[in-house]
């Protein structure tokens, strides 16, 4: 089965601080994608990558950016977090683009204080 | 662009009825339409995929409906159990290479 590991369950980061969130998939696939997911607003595509080194903007890239410089590890970060950025974060990926189920990771709890 | 609207925030059922989901979508016919279910605090698991050219599908107690003139997708758990209690989310196939997903339809399944 397919594995994506997001690096950390829960954190907690201060108002201005840069973020890292990792992502990492062990089946060789060529899509990742970065989702935020917060009530009553479902899940919300931030950036996706369709190779290494390549990336495109979601509907809501605005203080994010992303890193893939390995087909595995997909990054996501935030420049300058902000409270608004507190939310849940989902990482998944997919074997390539069209017609194909996403396998998403467990997702970070980010709250920014 | 897309919309996508699934039928109430919550939905609570006894334990061995069945429950029904309904995902409505606007703007496009999709070439077909995923399930997934997620359980609190983790991440979208995938369930079943519908065709366009499918009218239904099963998979063990579950049973998916497409209907594309409706623009509609149902989605059926039978007998259903405590262990089905979870967020179920629907979601449409890439258009400039995203997936919309609806905000889902939290199902308790009461003992």
């Known amino acids: 089965d397919v594995k994506v590991t997001q690096s950390s369950r829960y954190l907690v980061k201060r108002t201005g601080e840069k973020v890292f969130l990792e992502c990492v998939q062990d089946m060789d696939h060529e899509n990742m994608f970065w989702y935020r997911q917060d009530p009553g607003l479902g899940l919300r595509l931030i950036y996706f990558?369709?190779?290494?080194?390549?990336?495109e903007k979601g509907d809501i890239p605005e203080g994010y950016s992303v890193s893939r410089e390995k087909k595995e590890r997909f990054s996501l970060i935030l420049e300058s977090a902000s409270t608004n950025q507190t939310s849940m974060y989902l990482c998944a990926s997919s074997l390539y683009q069209g017609e194909e189920k996403l396998f998403f990771g467990s997702g970070t709890q980010l709250s920014v204080l | 662009s897309q919309k996508i609207e699934q039928n109430s925030e919550a939905l609570n059922i006894q334990e061995g009825k069945t429950a029904t989901l309904t995902c409505n979508y606007t703007n496009y016919s999709p070439a077909y339409l995923q399930w997934y279910r997620q359980d609190p605090g983790r991440g979208p698991v995938f369930l079943l995929l519908?065709?366009?050219?499918?009218k239904e599908k099963r998979k063990e107690r579950l049973k998916v409906t497409f209907d594309t003139t409706l623009k509609q997708s149902l989605f059926h758990i039978t007998a259903s159990q405590p262990a089905d209690s979870a967020t179920y989310l629907c979601a449409l196939p890439p258009t400039g290479n995203q997936f919309y997903f609806g905000t889902g339809t939290s199902l308790t399944v009461i003992p």
């Open positions: 990558s369709y190779d290494v080194k390549m990336k």
């Open positions: 519908i065709r366009e050219n499918e």
